[in-house]
């Protein structure tokens, strides 16, 4: 059987989004339908409808999200129809390299569905992350799927799929802040205020959100934020320092991903203090920096790519700590909108107005 839904496609570089009647195939094996109950708009969309990560248009857009299992295909034994998930691009294979020596968040080789699923004159769409979830339906992985505690709202458990668990684990997982320390984070979007919210988790002392947007930095106090500082009127580096005793701060967070915020990343931690890069960089982009210096601050310097999360782990624990109250995930979302506003949505998010928008389907 073809399920033939809506979704929202991205026909080709910086070509606006439609929403187009697509073709989903029943689940084979190892795969699973899943009705899309919400899903955010994430930058990374953006990204492939400007042709930033690949040219393999047309692209089923949307990677973010939650919904119920439809159906599974043969040799699926861990899902059934009816399970409340959160989808995730991190499928681990548990064979890989990574895999075998215990750290499947790094696994070489994770799983995606085998069908495609196709516009109706048969072309085949390329699903975001392997997802593809601006759509009523999508096929996945059933690796893709992470059951969570079905009393979450769906437009809150989505945000888990991408955005906020970078931010969380880049503080949390890469970042392995503590009790105590203290924390900056470069850029105060989706991403930086889930690392804000990480670190507090993690009971951080000092927690400094850096942003040119005042907006960006009254969100970021929200989410837990102890100071701010405006970097369109302000050193970064010497007010960090400023904030710190002098020193630094223990882990450095920048969730923009350029040249000038790694920068202040490495040079605004302590000696021996960890700077971590979890905003995404373009291919050009290349930093200059006196090895000697590398050398002699000591510490790390880490990327974090999708918080280095393992989803059967990290999914269920934060959606049990936001049902507690101790993770505003709703603090996230601005708004809720249509499968049609998905296009007017990219315009907000690059224009600093929303957090998340989230599409509800």
């Not at 005042?214 to 904030?243: C, F, M, N, P, Y």
């Not at 967070?253 to 605004?268: C, K, L, M, N, S």
Request: a negative charge; one cysteine or more; hydrophobic letters at 40%.
């Amino acid at each position: 059987m073809v399920h033939a839904v809506k979704g929202a496609v991205a026909k080709g570089r910086g070509a606006e989004v439609s929403v187009e009647t697509i073709l989903v195939p029943d689940p084979g094996p190892g795969e699973a339908l899943v009705k899309v109950q919400a899903c955010g708009v994430c930058h990374t969309d953006l990204h492939y409808r400007e042709g930033g990560i690949g040219d393999e248009f047309p692209f089923l857009l949307g990677h973010e999200a939650a919904g119920s299992v439809e159906a599974v295909g043969d040799g699926v034994t861990d899902l059934e129809p009816g399970d409340f998930v959160v989808l995730n691009w991190r499928a681990v294979c548990g064979v890989c390299r990574a895999c075998q020596r215990g750290r499947p968040w790094y696994c070489f080789d994770t799983h995606n569905a085998a069908q495609p699923m196709t516009l109706e004159d048969g072309t085949p769409l390329s699903p975001a992350l392997g997802i593809g979830a601006f759509a009523e339906k999508t096929l996945v992985h059933s690796g893709q799927c992470t059951k969570v505690d079905p009393k979450a709202p769906p437009e809150v458990a989505g945000l888990l799929g991408c955005g906020v668990m970078a931010g969380i684990g880049a503080a949390i997982n890469t970042g392995s802040v503590g009790r105590g320390d203290s924390v900056a984070v470069l850029g105060c979007g989706g991403v930086g205020d889930a690392a804000i919210a990480g670190a507090r988790l993690a009971g951080a002392g000092t927690i400094i959100a850096v942003d040119l947007d005042q907006r960006k930095l009254d969100w970021a106090e929200r989410l837990g934020a102890t100071h701010t500082v405006d970097a369109a009127a302000r050193d970064v580096i010497e007010s960090i320092r400023e904030l710190t005793g002098g020193h630094g701060a223990d882990v450095v967070i920048d969730a923009v991903g350029r040249p000038e915020t790694f920068r202040q990343a490495f040079y605004a931690r302590d000696l021996a203090g960890t700077a971590v890069l979890v905003g995404v960089p373009t291919p050009d982009m290349t930093v200059d920096l006196p090895l000697i210096d590398v050398f002699g601050r000591g510490g790390a310097v880490k990327s974090s790519w999708y918080g280095d999360c393992l989803p059967s782990r990290d999914f269920p624990v934060l959606i049990d700590l936001y049902l507690q109250g101790r993770l505003d995930l709703g603090a996230f979302v601005t708004e809720t909108i249509g499968i049609g506003d998905v296009e007017r949505a990219f315009g907000d998010m690059h224009e600093g107005r929303v957090l998340r928008s989230v599409v509800v389907l």
